[in-house]
């Protein structure tokens, strides 16, 4: 009954390649996220959906693409794929419009080779 | 946009001793402010957090104070514990937009 689910844990992929990271929350939340933390620590959103649709897109290039079926999935596909892409990417949910805790995924680290 | 800042990046203290991590963010409209602890390969969890109206709230051995003029807040842990070796960020919620901005992170280690 994992509250926000990511798959996979680990991804290793060639650069150039197309891959996808799913994400579930069963918390009956409104509003998902995606986050990028890289080496460094750094958690950067990447894009914020409510009730399936796109609130924020900071500036990520549009090799990324996110998709949100419903409003307890939001999944993340990326295309050609960069060296730079890797990192770690978290999912996350919550009450958009109240001042509530977002809970996280386990997080998917993708290795770009 | 919103932009947290997030004091130190890495603080090493004494188990026993208290720690202290500060943060500022810019946008007046930001109305909560969650911490979030992060040990090594997991997931951020929340710690605690405080809402625009309050102060200063208190957990056991974590506390935090808001001062809205100022727009910083700290979070604040007495009698540390190994285990509270870990990254700790705060961050900056406001609703129009649906926008969690992180700050950058703080790598706390507490020695035995």
């Known amino acids: 009954d994992t509250a926000v689910s990511q798959t996979p844990k680990y991804l290793v992929t060639q650069m150039g390649n197309d891959k996808s990271i799913k994400c579930e929350q069963n918390?009956?939340?409104?509003?998902m996220y995606w986050y990028k933390q890289d080496s460094k620590k750094f958690l950067k959103i990447m894009f914020s959906?409510?009730?399936?649709?796109?609130?924020i897109n900071e500036t990520v290039p549009n090799r990324f693409s996110p998709k949100s079926p419903d409003k307890a999935h939001l999944n993340l596909h990326i295309n050609s794929l960069e060296l730079g892409d890797s990192a770690v990417y978290f999912c996350a949910s919550s009450y958009g419009h109240s001042n509530t805790e977002a809970f996280f995924g386990q997080g998917t680290r993708l290795t770009v080779v | 946009g919103e932009n947290v800042e997030q004091h130190p990046s890495t603080l090493s203290v004494q188990e026993g001793d208290s720690a202290v991590i500060k943060c500022t963010y810019s946008?007046?409209?930001?109305?909560?402010f969650p911490w979030y602890k992060q040990e090594l390969g997991k997931r951020p969890q929340l710690i605690i957090d405080?809402?625009?109206?309050?102060g200063e709230k208190k957990d056991q051995r974590i506390a935090v104070t808001l001062n809205k003029t100022a727009k910083h807040f700290s979070l604040h842990i007495t009698e540390t514990q190994p285990e509270d070796s870990a990254v700790y960020f705060c961050?900056?919620?406001?609703?129009?937009?649906?926008?969690?901005?992180f700050g950058g992170g703080t790598r706390v280690l507490v020695k035995p």
């Open positions: 959906y409510n009730n399936k649709e796109l609130i």
């Open positions: 405080i809402r625009s109206n309050v």
């Open positions: 946008d007046s409209a930001s109305n909560y």
């Open positions: 918390l009956g939340h409104d509003t």
């Open positions: 961050a900056a919620f406001k609703a129009a937009g649906n926008k969690l901005t």
